[in-house]
């Protein structure tokens, strides 16, 4: 099993930043992939970036430039800095654990989530 907990949500107006932190426990088992996903109200959950355990980077369209993903793997940590943020990206963010499949990040394991809130 494994244990994925997320912090650094909040409140931020148009333009600025956040920083976003997950930290995995448990059952690990390195190497892994880990991805930060994020739901708005009444969508569906949605794939943000992913990082290979080498540090390969994937994004989506709507955040490529904007956002960054790393990770320590020393610490088990993923991290998701966040610039330029827009109303738009206000949603439920989540990391997650698993894989890459045919180049695409599947989670095997979520954390509970971090709320993100861009006012304009």
């Known amino acids: 099993q494994v244990q994925l907990v997320e912090s650094g949500g909040g409140v931020v107006q148009a333009g600025g930043s956040l920083r976003l932190s997950c930290v995995a426990s448990g059952n690990t088992f390195s190497p892994n992939a880990m991805g930060w996903y994020r739901q708005a109200p009444g969508k569906q959950r949605d794939l943000v970036a992913s990082i290979s355990y080498l540090g390969a980077t994937k994004y989506e369209d709507s955040v490529s430039g904007r956002f960054t993903i790393s990770r320590d793997n020393a610490k088990n940590m993923v991290y998701l800095q966040m610039n330029s943020l827009k109303p738009e990206d206000t949603a439920v963010y989540y990391c997650?654990?698993?894989?890459?499949?045919?180049?695409?990040?599947?989670?095997?394991?979520w954390g509970q989530g971090t709320q993100v809130t861009v006012s304009s």
């Open positions: 997650g654990v698993g894989k890459i499949v045919n180049g695409i990040f599947v989670a095997d394991y």
